[in-house]
């Protein structure tokens, strides 16, 4: 099995929808660090599970320097963009880890 891991960073805005009290209502922006884990049994034509600069273009050119509330259908919280990265990088994609702080981390993973 090959298995690949890249890192992506964007800067993003949302606001959350709660069913309490939270400042995160509230329009905020986080430097995310979003980590994607791929893997094949086999390799493509080309020797690779996934071109790294189609990972690339697949999330950040559609998330960075966004509102993620007008991008992704759901609530955009951690956990709702990293199962959104995930559904998009295919079924390659096993695992998807979204930090919103260096404190705050959602981990998504297929069974």
């Known amino acids: 099995m090959f298995k690949i891991k890249k890192r992506i960073i964007i800067s993003a805005a949302h606001f959350l929808k709660l069913d309490y009290t ?7 922006g986080h430097n995310w660090v979003i980590d994607v884990y791929l893997k094949s049994p086999a390799l493509d034509r080309n020797g690779m599970v996934m071109d790294f600069s189609e990972i690339k273009s697949k999330v950040k050119s559609v998330l960075d320097h ?8 759901v609530n955009p919280t951690a956990e709702n963009i990293a199962l959104w990265v995930c559904e998009t990088l295919g079924e390659k994609c096993y695992r998807v880890d979204v930090q919103e702080s ?5 981990i998504y993973e297929r069974d």
């Open 22 to 28: 939270s400042k995160c209502t509230g329009m905020h």
């Open 102 to 106: 260096p404190d705050n981390i959602a």
């Open 66 to 73: 966004k509102v993620l509330n007008e991008v992704i259908s």
